[in-house]
């Protein structure tokens, strides 16, 4: 049977779904922080291959790999992009880096987690998969809290927005996103359906109706701040994608492939 280590919700729903599955030399640990982690392994590891899903940066992943090296083991680092409850449902996305023998040869007993995914050799990278995913998760969570307490202030319920909301992601926004994948690859911000001059007043709309309800006007503040350096930069006509660029702390540099209009 597979050992897992650690304590907490998310080490339990591990147990739970691999406690029965057989995988020789398979060592699963999920500890609450990279420091319990050090207490788990303080031991010798020869001939092991240890999955390591235990939350932290991508310094502390390398660094517990070196750890698991020394004592004579195999280091496999991951991410677990859910909820404890959604361990074990084949939609629940996983990230692996690390040693890839170890992950070809436990890829099955893996699956069993939910989808699993192998980003390269680099011990680090799935943590940085972790942080990037939870912040776009946040990011998209906290704009929903905003849009509710904006519609109930005005006595929408949550649940009756919520479909239409969920519909709209599937649809529009997942589209967006596809079509911004590309221009952020490719350089280019063309602004033909919508340009951040044209979006500017509408977030002034959205922190007046904030205020006007008693609402944190915060997130939409920020919006509107990241939209008017990037219009200062020289974005103006540029698609709200171009905004990547003043997160990147290069808007106020030449920008060589910026689109015309």
């Not at 991951?78 to 890839?100: I, N």
């Not at 967006?176 to 602004?191: C, F, M, N, R």
């Amino acid at each position: 049977m597979v050992a897992v280590l650690g304590t907490g919700a998310r080490a339990a729903g591990l147990a739970g779904v691999l406690g029965a599955v057989e995988g020789a030399g398979l060592v699963v640990v999920c500890a609450a922080e990279h420091g319990e982690l050090e207490v788990l392994l303080a031991r010798e590891l020869g001939g092991v291959d240890l999955v390591n899903l235990t939350s932290g940066t991508s310094a502390e992943a390398r660094q517990a790999a070196e750890l698991v090296r020394a004592r004579g083991g195999r280091y496999l680092d991951g991410a677990l992009m859910a909820h404890p409850e959604h361990v074990g449902k084949p939609e629940t996305v996983l990230v692996y880096s690390g040693d890839a023998e170890v992950f070809q040869r436990h890829r099955a007993v893996l699956a069993r987690l939910g989808e699993a995914n192998y980003l390269g050799a680099d011990p680090g990278t799935a943590a940085l998969y972790d942080v990037a995913l939870l912040n776009f998760a946040w990011a998209t969570l906290i704009g929903y809290l905003q849009t509710a307490a904006l519609l109930g202030a005005d006595g929408v319920p949550a649940a009756a927005v919520t479909p239409m909301l969920t519909r709209w992601l599937r649809s529009t926004v997942v589209e967006v996103i596809e079509d911004y994948a590309t221009q952020l690859d490719a350089g280019t911000y063309p602004g033909e359906q919508e340009w951040l001059e044209l979006d500017a007043p509408l977030m002034g709309n959205l922190v007046r109706a904030s205020v006007e309800r008693g609402l944190d006007p915060g997130l939409p503040r920020l919006v509107e701040s990241l939209t008017a350096r990037g219009i200062a930069a020289g974005f103006g006509r540029d698609s709200f994608a171009s905004l990547v660029e003043v997160i990147r702390g290069s808007a106020a540099a030449p920008v060589q492939h910026r689109h015309l209009a």
